[in-house]
């Protein structure tokens, strides 16, 4: 939602496993709806609920994972999914690096949590899968 407010993007999709942070996210949208400053961009817009090992975001060129609670079986398959995708695209993680030679680390920032100061990793997806 914060980059599809920033930036003109064609579709910014949100996805939550959770029913009441699904429906959270869906108030938020709803109030932005109502500026008249973010009238266009929100109708590009869309979430999600479900889970994300079921969801096909094969059209995705950039996507963001707050994954600082990801461990074990989750990580090990969404990275595998992340894998799939087009090569090029980007991908943001939080806390933890995607640990695949498929993926070149662009960048090692640190940004500002509610939790805290947390490590974030721009990573892009290799051509060639190794
Ligand atoms: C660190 S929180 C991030 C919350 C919020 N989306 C954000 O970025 O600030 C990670 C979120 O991932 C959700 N989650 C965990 N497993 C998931 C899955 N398989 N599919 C979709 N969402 C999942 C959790 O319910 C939790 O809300």
Known sequence: MACAMV???EKACGIELFAN????ANQQKQKLSKNSAYEKNISSISLLQGNFLKIDFSDANLIFI???G???PIW????EKLIQLSPGTVIITI????NSNDFTLQKT???EMSWGIA???IQQLKSTPT
């Open 70 to 72: 990801f461990i074990g």
């Open 109 to 111: 920032t640190h940004i």
């Open 21 to 24: 942070l699904h429906q959270a």
């Open 95 to 98: 806390s933890k690096k995607l």
């Open 119 to 121: 490590t974030a990793y």
């Open 76 to 79: 090990h398959k969404i990275q």
């Open 66 to 68: 707050n994954a600082t």
């Open 7 to 9: 930036f003109d993007v």
